[in-house]
């Protein structure tokens, strides 16, 4: 699976941006796809994930700001990011894997083979 991230950007604090990851390179039907991201100076950390097949997860730090949703027809998940805080200020990777993962597991970066390159999300105050 190859994986396209795209729409980060600069924005204010409370402003809202939607990040895009296309997928391409077989059948996804088994798909999980995910987002992750990565502070200056900070490890990488979850944020979202979602099944294809169904079923979600998402960190506590973003929940009720970020919803993640994925377009099967197009291919492409996408991460609405509402309320930005600079603390969200990092790079952003998708990630997907079509091994079959349990949902207390879709927040270890180790369960995602395929990465897409990161899409810069900068939040200042």
């Known amino acids: 699976v190859q994986l ?5 950007g600069s924005v204010q604090t409370g402003d809202s941006l939607r990040l ?3 997928a391409s390179g077989g059948a996804f039907s088994s798909l999980t796809m995910a987002w992750f991201r990565q502070a200056p100076g900070k490890e990488r950390e979850f ?4 099944r294809w097949r169904g079923g979600t997860s998402t960190a506590d730090s973003v ?3 970020f919803t993640m949703s994925v377009d099967k027809s197009k291919n492409m998940a996408y991460l609405q ?3 930005l805080k600079p603390e ?7 990630a997907a894997t079509r091994r079959g993962i349990i949902l207390s597991q879709m927040s270890f970066g180790y369960e ?4 897409g390159q990161g899409t810069e999300v900068t939040v200042s105050s």
Do not use: F, I
Not at 47 to 50: G, Q, Y
Not at 88 to 94: K, R
Not at 112 to 115: K, P
């Open 4 to 8: 396209q991230a795209s729409g980060g």
């Open 20 to 22: 895009s990851c296309a």
């Open 47 to 50: 944020v979202s994930a979602l």
């Open 63 to 65: 929940k009720g700001r």
């Open 81 to 83: 990011m509402n309320g």
């Open 88 to 94: 969200d200020t990092a790079v952003y990777y998708c």
């Open 112 to 115: 995602y083979e395929n990465w």
